[in-house]
């Protein structure tokens, strides 16, 4: 009835919004730098379709907001949106840590502590590499409740480029927390009660919180 289709290769928008992102990060664009789709078309030499759904995508995220005519700049973000998002945190993955330490078995707890060790292994990465490190951590403990509704609200959360935004902004000005973090975070899941380890996932999101309020008022 439906005709095969061919091979799908890769959107380009998404390689796109890879980039745009990539470069806010990294800091190759500024705040108050204004974003063209023109100029980036035609700098990446592509049409202006996939830049421009790139650039609605970030808009969309909350990265991006509209600046004159046909144009996209970084959004502020305000203290009262950074704690909202944090508070989601805290009950998403306060509950899986919960969840986790209440019904922990061999197998929940390994498939934990392989990503804690692969963040221990790796002594030099970015902070794209330390944020996807940091997110398979969190996202694997959500993940081992097998509450698939809970593992959607992690991913809405996690998964926008806004939470890599934030992510690298308190890296820019302040410490970045030791990797030993996680293995205190997994301690408590392994060991606590299902209390404690709640408790000790949400002093850790509310420290990332606390660092990006800082950031805020740098």
Known sequence: MFKRLPDVQPRLADDVYEQILSAIVNGEITPGERLIQEKIAAEINISRTPVREALLRL??????????????????????????????????????????????????????????????????????????????????????TGNKVLLDMFDSIWGKGISLLLFAATRSNHAVSAPSVHVELFEAISTGSPEAAQSAMISHVREGLSSHIKDLEF
């Open 59 to 144: 808009e969309q995220e909350g990265v991006l907001e509209l600046s004159g005519r046909k144009g996209f700049a970084i959004r502020q973000i305000s203290q009262s949106e950074v704690s909202d998002l944090y508070g989601a945190r805290e009950a998403v993955e306060g509950y899986g840590a919960y969840w986790v330490a209440a019904n922990r078995t061999p197998q929940r707890l390994n498939a934990i502590k392989v990503k804690v060790d692969a963040e221990q292994a790796v002594s030099n990465r970015d902070v794209e590499a330390e944020f996807k490190l940091n997110r398979d951590i969190h996202r694997t403990i959500v993940e081992q």
